[in-house]
């Protein structure tokens, strides 16, 4: 199976260490780099897996880590007492730091926005404008981690394919993008995990994540959380534009 997805929005290697950091409530200033490694690399391997386009822009910051990690582990060098050793987390924590800075300046800005378009203002009949909030319950957009995470969790629960007999490909991920295209039509909202419960093998699974990334990237459907590493609904684009609430998106 090759097909390569590419996504309208860039997440890159910070994006993950960022990730990783807030889902294990790590204090970033003191960067547990063993475990924050076998995490990463555990991402990685699902990205290629997938042949994910992005992909590739992690594996230099796969070798920073293992190389940070590797120089930690050997014997500290005898030092004159006056001179501390070098912290060689300390660059990537420093980059860690304006990169978070950076992110939460941005997703202020974005709230902004959402509040400013949440304001409207109507004429009532005397003709004096009056300003109407509409109060809209709090979502987070899921990210390609999210998905990566949930996605990991639906392969575990995938019997054990026997890897040596040679299974003929049933489908492709063009077809099921339009399964998953007619699915939304019916029902607008779906939960995640529902969308693998009838998938038969581990590859069944990728190729339904791979159609997902593909509708997603088309903006036709729109990943969503209630809470940050919350379920993850699946919503048509549509119709999340003519739902007030996320409690209404439910499924």
Do not use: W
Not at 57 to 64: E, P
Not at 94 to 110: P, S
């Amino acid at each position: 199976m090759t097909y390569r997805v590419t996504l309208p929005v860039f997440e890159g290697p910070l994006d993950l260490l960022l990730f990783l950091i807030k889902q294990n409530h790590i204090d970033i200033t003191n960067l547990p780099i063993a475990d924050v490694v076998e995490q990463y690399l555990e991402y990685l391997g699902l990205m290629q897996i997938l042949d994910l386009e992005i992909a590739g822009d992690f594996l230099v910051m796969a070798a920073t880590l293992l190389q940070i990690k590797s120089t930690m582990l050997l014997p500290p060098e005898e030092t004159p007492p006056e001179e501390d050793e070098p912290d060689p987390r300390a660059e990537l924590i420093r980059k860690l730091l304006e990169y978070q800075q950076f992110k939460a300046a941005a997703d202020r800005l974005q709230d902004l926005e959402r509040q400013r378009l949440a304001v409207f203002t109507r004429t009532p009949p005397d003709g004096q404008r009056l300003a109407e909030e509409v109060v809209e319950e709090p979502f987070f957009e899921a990210s390609l981690f999210d998905l990566l995470t949930a996605l990991s969790k639906v392969l575990r629960k995938v019997p054990k394919e026997i890897f040596h007999e040679i299974v003929k490909d049933e489908f492709t991920v063009e077809q099921k993008t339009e399964a998953l295209r007619a699915q939304l039509m019916r029902q607008p909202c779906v939960a995640f995990s529902r969308l693998f419960e009838q998938a038969k093998s581990k590859l069944e699974v990728i190729t339904t994540f791979l159609a997902l990334l593909e509708l997603i990237r088309q903006r036709f459907l729109v990943a969503r959380q209630g809470e940050m590493f919350g379920e993850i609904l699946i919503v048509r684009a549509d119709h999340v534009e003519t739902t007030a609430t996320v409690e209404k998106m439910s499924c």
